[in-house]
C-alpha cells in the first residue's frame, strides 16, 4: 500500500514502547501506515505522495489535554479578562467593568473571570461595594481563577434574593460583613444561588466559544481534550458540531448530572461521533486548594476550618453508584485528602457489585492523596487526570492556604507512577492562565512556582514521563488508547511537529520550543 504522505528526517517519540523511536512515518487516510527508519518509509512513497521533510525537527503525539474547559476557555474570548496580567489591581477590575457597562445595555448580565486574590495588592476578594462602582445598574459575576468563587455586585444579589437572612446552602458559603450582610462573594454551592437566574450562553455562543477554542489548542499542539462536566445543552452542541464536521479537534465530552444552577439532569445516553464522544459524567467532591475550599483531614494554614466537602459522604457514595449504575464512566472531582478516603470508599462499593459492566473510575485533580490512598486506587483500578501546571500557576496560593503537614504529598506525580496508577496529564483551563503543554512538561519537572518556591521536589518526575502523561496516558484515561496518544501503525496521525526536542532540552528551557505544525487524521491542522 502506498501513502499518501511520509514525513522523513527528523526525530520521532513514538510514546509505543515497542518501539520509541524513529525518524519516519508514512500516512495513509487518517491513520499511520508505518513508522521506521527514513530509507524504510522512502519505499512507501508513490508519484502522487506528499513528502514532508522534518529537517531535525522533532515529532510526538498530539497532546491530549485530559482535563480543560474548553467552552469556559472559548468564552473567556468575550469576558471581561480578569486575569492578573489584566486587571493587576482592584480598581484595574472595576474600570475593567466599567468600561465593559458602557458598552451594553443596563440590565444585561456582565460576566468575567480570572482573578485571584492572592495576587492583588489589596489581599482580598473584590466584594459588591466595588462591583456596585463599576456597574450598578447591571448584574456583575466575577469568577475567580478556579471557578469555585465568585464574586457579584448588589443587582445580582438582589435577582437571585440573596439577603442578611439567606442560609448557606449544603456544601457551600455565602460570605457576611460584620453586619451579617453578603459582600458578594459566594463559595461552592452557594454560587448557585446566583448561577440558577443568570441568563445561559446561546447555541451560537457556545458554538463560537468551542469552536475558538479548539483551534487555539491546535495552536499549541493539542489534537485532544477532555472537557469535565457540561450541561445537557452544551453536550447537545458538541454533538451537532461534530456532525456538522466542524470540531476543530477530538473531545472526550463528560456530562453532569448535577449543575452549576443546583438543578438534576439525567445520565446521558453513550454516543460517539467523528471527533467527539460523551460516555462520562462528572462529579465534584469538593473545592480547589487555591480557593481554600478543598476538603482536608486537617485545618487550613492559620485557619479553623478544613474546607467545603460538596456532600455527605454517604450522597457521594449514592451519586457516584447511580452513574457507574447505569454504566457510565464515574469522573469525580476530588482534591483534599479527606474526600479521596470518601471517594474510595464509594468507587470500592461500585467495584465489589456483581455487574456486566465495569466502567472506568477517574479521579480528577488527585491533589493530596497519601501513601495508603494511593496504593488503594491502584488496587481498584481508578485512574487519575491531573494538572501539573498547577503548581507554577497557582502554586504560591496553594502553599498560601496548605497546612505544612501536606504540602510533601501536594500533587505527587512521581508517588501516582511509583504506585502503578494509570496517570493523565491536563491543565484544568482557565483555571490557570496558561494551557501550554510544555508548561505542564516542565512544571512536572521542576514543581516551581511563579515566586520560585519548589512544592515537595522530591515528587519530580523526568520530561519522557510527563510527555507519556500528557499522550499515551491520557489516551488510556479516556479510553482511547487503541488508536491516540501512540505513533504506531493503525493509531490516528495525529502528531505535533517541535521545533526541539522535549527530552534532550533543559527543562529550564522548554518553553523555548515552538509547536511549528499539528497534524490531525493525517490533515495538517495548524502551521505556525
Not at 441 to 447: G, M, P
Request: glycine share 10%; charged share 20%; aromatic share 6%.
Amino acid at each position: 500500500m502506498q501513502a499518501e504522505t511520509i514525513v522523513t528526517g527528523g526525530v520521532i517519540h513514538t510514546m509505543n514502547r515497542a518501539q520509541p523511536q524513529a525518524t519516519a512515518l508514512a500516512i495513509a487516510g487518517s491513520t499511520i501506515l508505518a513508522v521506521g527508519g527514513d530509507a524504510d518509509i522512502r519505499t512507501l512513497a508513490g508519484p502522487h505522495t506528499r513528502r514532508i521533510d522534518l529537517a531535525g525537527r522533532t515529532v510526538v503525539p498530539g497532546f491530549n489535554d485530559a482535563h480543560i474547559h474548553l467552552w469556559k476557555e472559548g468564552m473567556l474570548l468575550s469576558q471581561v479578562n480578569a486575569r492578573p496580567a489584566h486587571a493587576p489591581t482592584i480598581e484595574a477590575l472595576v474600570q475593567a467593568f466599567a468600561a465593559r457597562a458602557a458598552q451594553v445595555p443596563a440590565g444585561q448580565w456582565i460576566e468575567g473571570r480570572g482573578y485571584d486574590e492572592t495576587r492583588l495588592p489589596e489581599g482580598r476578594h473584590p466584594d459588591r461595594h466595588d462591583l456596585d462602582r463599576a456597574a450598578p445598574e447591571h448584574p456583575i459575576v466575577l469568577g475567580r481563577t478556579c471557578g469555585h468563587i465568585i464574586s457579584v455586585n448588589s443587582r445580582a444579589l438582589a435577582l437571585a434574593g440573596i439577603t442578611a437572612n439567606t442560609p448557606n446552602p449544603p456544601g457551600g458559603e455565602i460570605d457576611r460583613d460584620a453586619q451579617g450582610e453578603p459582600t458578594g462573594v459566594l463559595r461552592e454551592t452557594a454560587m448557585a444561588l446566583v448561577r440558577s437566574i443568570q441568563p445561559p450562553p446561546s447555541e451560537d455562543e457556545l458554538a463560537r466559544a468551542l469552536i475558538g477554542a479548539g483551534r487555539n489548542c491546535l495552536a499549541m499542539g493539542i489534537t485532544a481534550i477532555g472537557e469535565p462536566g457540561v450541561d445537557p445543552r452544551t453536550v447537545g452542541v458538541y454533538q451537532h458540531l461534530d456532525a456538522a464536521g466542524r470540531l476543530p479537534l477530538r473531545c472526550d465530552v463528560m456530562a453532569m448530572t448535577i449543575l452549576p444552577n443546583g438543578t438534576r439532569a439525567a445520565p446521558p445516553t453513550p454516543w460517539r461521533g467523528h471527533f467527539a464522544k460523551c460516555d462520562t459524567v462528572k462529579l465534584f467532591s469538593d473545592g480547589g486548594l487555591s480557593s481554600g475550599t478543598a476538603a482536608l483531614s486537617i485545618p487550613y494554614r492559620k485557619r479553623r476550618d478544613c474546607g467545603l466537602p460538596r456532600f455527605p459522604a454517604e450522597q457521594l457514595a449514592e451519586e457516584v453508584r447511580q452513574v457507574y449504575a447505569a454504566g457510565l464512566t464515574v469522573a469525580v472531582h476530588s482534591i483534599g485528602d479527606r474526600v479521596i478516603g470518601e471517594l474510595l470508599d464509594a468507587f470500592a462499593a461500585c467495584r465489589a457489585t456483581a455487574s456486566a459492566v465495569s466502567p472506568r473510575l477517574r479521579i480528577e485533580h488527585f491533589g493530596l492523596p497519601n501513601a495508603a490512598q494511593l496504593a488503594r486506587a491502584h488496587a481498584l483500578g481508578v485512574m487519575i487526570a491531573t494538572q501539573p501546571s498547577f503548581l507554577y500557576d497557582i502554586g504560591d496560593t496553594i502553599l498560601f492556604h496548605l497546612p505544612e503537614a501536606l504540602v510533601p504529598q501536594c500533587y505527587p506525580f512521581r508517588a501516582m507512577f511509583e504506585a502503578g496508577l494509570t496517570v493523565a496529564f491536563s491543565s484544568d483551563g482557565p483555571v490557570i492562565s496558561d494551557v501550554h503543554p510544555l508548561l505542564g512538561l516542565r512544571s512536572a519537572v521542576l514543581r516551581r512556582t511563579r515566586s520560585g518556591r519548589v512544592i515537595a521536589p522530591e515528587q519530580a518526575i523526568a520530561v519522557e514521563q510527563a510527555l507519556w502523561a500528557f499522550t499515551a496516558g491520557s489516551a488510556l484515561v479516556s479510553g482511547e488508547s487503541d488508536r491516540l496518544g501512540q505513533l504506531a501503525p493503525g493509531f490516528q496521525a495525529d502528531f505535533v511537529v517541535l521545533s526541539g526536542d522535549p527530552l534532550t532540552a533543559l527543562p529550564e528551557r522548554l518553553l523555548e520550543i515552538q509547536v511549528q505544525q499539528t497534524w490531525l487524521g493525517g490533515a495538517l491542522a495548524y502551521e505556525a
